[in-house]
C-alpha cells in the first residue's frame, strides 16, 4: 500500500472515529481512532483520542495522547488548549496556563478563542480577575473579528472548558 492510500484511509478512520465519538460510541471510536494511528499517525488523530479519553475521565491518558500530538506537528494548537483544559480539570490550574500560553501562538489551531476562554477560567479559579478581564476581551476580540462559528457568550455560561 502507499504512503497516499494510508494516508486516504487513516483519514476516512478518523472521519468514522469522530462520527461514532460525536453520538458517544466511545469505544468504539477509540477503536477507530488507535486504527487511524496505526495506519498513519496525525496530530489530529492523537488530539481526538486523547479528547475522547477525556470524556470518560481519562484525563492523563488524555494528556499524554496530546504530548504525542505535539511530537506528531508541534504547531498544531488543539493538543496544548486540550492538555490546559485537562489540568483545569484535575485542579492543576498552575500547570495549565504555560500549555494555555502556547495553545495562543500556535500557527495552527481553530478555534482560536478557546485557549483565552480556559484562561479566563483559570484566572477566575485563582482570584485574578484583572487577568480573567483581559483574557475574556481578547477571547471576544478574537471571535468578533474572526467570525468563529461558536458564540463566545454560549461557551462562557457553559460551565466546563473548553477543548
Same mark, same amino acid.
Given at each position: ?12 478512520? *478518523? ?16 477503536? *477507530?481512532?488507535?486504527?487511524? &494511528? ?44 486540550? &492538555? ?5 480539570? *484535575? ?73
Amino acid at each position: 500500500m502507499t504512503d497516499e492510500e494510508r494516508i486516504e484511509r487513516a483519514v476516512d478512520l *478518523l472521519k468514522r472515529a469522530y462520527e461514532r465519538q460525536r453520538s458517544g460510541q466511545l469505544e468504539d471510536a477509540i477503536r *477507530l481512532y488507535k486504527a487511524s &494511528i496505526d495506519e498513519y499517525a496525525t496530530a489530529e488523530a492523537h488530539t481526538f483520542l486523547g479528547w475522547t479519553y477525556s470524556f470518560q475521565g481519562r484525563y492523563e491518558e488524555a494528556i499524554e495522547q496530546c504530548k504525542i500530538a505535539i511530537t506528531v506537528d508541534p504547531n498544531f494548537g488543539n493538543p496544548y488548549n486540550d &492538555i490546559g483544559s485537562y489540568l483545569i480539570h *484535575l485542579g492543576r490550574i498552575d500547570q495549565a496556563i504555560p500549555w494555555l500560553e502556547q495553545a495562543k501562538k500556535a500557527p495552527r489551531y481553530e478555534p482560536r478563542h478557546f485557549p483565552y476562554l480556559n484562561l479566563y477560567r483559570a484566572y477566575v479559579k485563582m482570584g485574578q480577575m484583572d487577568k480573567a478581564q483581559r483574557e475574556l476581551q481578547q477571547a471576544l476580540f478574537i471571535q468578533q473579528t474572526l467570525g468563529q462559528q461558536f458564540g463566545v457568550v454560549e461557551e462562557e455560561t457553559g460551565g466546563g472548558s473548553v477543548n
